[in-house]
């Protein structure tokens, strides 16, 4: 990574900047940064958005490969959540084996990608909660499971699972509450006969909406216009169950058409990176669970 960021590094330094400072100095709108930034004169040429996940989850300290026996992971484009061999559902776990402290409150990552954005925040709340990414591409799930036993954290898990087929499940056997679920940037299945595929089906909603505990939050984003409104849609269906965020944190703004204004969870995700970096808009909501 050192040599390959080495231009961003001293773009940075011209600015006495971190990279990531420079990044946020940037007085450009984010939707111009970097590619056409003659401020912080990174180019398209000099940094890559692969680096900027890298720098973005720099203090992991994650390595590339973290296991012989797993060698390099290639990331096929979609799974097809419908394929008989994904119907069966995930084996429950032991979760006194895979939590150090199972009673925790638990966050839900559905189709958690490459678990980063999960890592992360497993570290920065090593005692509050445990954390559970659900994934349906194996690879991207024991990479992540290395990883987090690499780096020590006991209240991070990753399975893999269709969450379709399995989220009910997993959810009602945890031992302690269900405090947060998160779908982020879900594949979009563009097609209309491929809607059926997407993750978040009427099912998955109101399992979700039934197992969150009064006060417990569901995050949605998505970079897809559509895929967002559709989400969104299926949400707010149940409004006499879950408010939005807005309207009960005033700390936390949404624009004139109900979309939040920032991300509130201090760290982007992978996919959100990519679209920050290629200048496209996320669509996000978070919902809580009314008392
Ligand atoms: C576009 S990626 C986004 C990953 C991550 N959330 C992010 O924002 O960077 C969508 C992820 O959802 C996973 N996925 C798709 N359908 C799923 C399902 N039914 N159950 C679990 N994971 C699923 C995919 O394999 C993929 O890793």
Redesign the pocket.
Known sequence: MATALLPARVAASRHALSVSQLIRTCPLEPKFFPKRCGFCAISAQLIRSPQLVELEYAELNLPRNPSEELGHVRIRQ??N?LRSS?SVPAEIPDWSRVFKDPALPLMV??????GR?LLWLARRNPDLQNYLG????QK?VKRADCWAKGIGLDNVHFMF?????SFQSMVSTYPGPLMFV??????PHFKKRHHK?R?VQKPLVASIVDSLVPGGKVFI?SDVFEVALDMRDQFDEHSHVLEHIDSIDPSISCDGDGWLVDNPMGIR????IHVDWEGGRVYRRMYQKRN
């Not at 699972?161 to 087929?165: D, K, L, V, Y």
């Open positions: 979609h799974v959540p994904l990552d559905i189709g958690c990608g490459s954005f659900l994934e349906i591409r991207l699972a269709n969450a379709t087929i998160s779908v982020l940037c879900p594949d595929r993750v984003q995700t992978e996919r959100e």
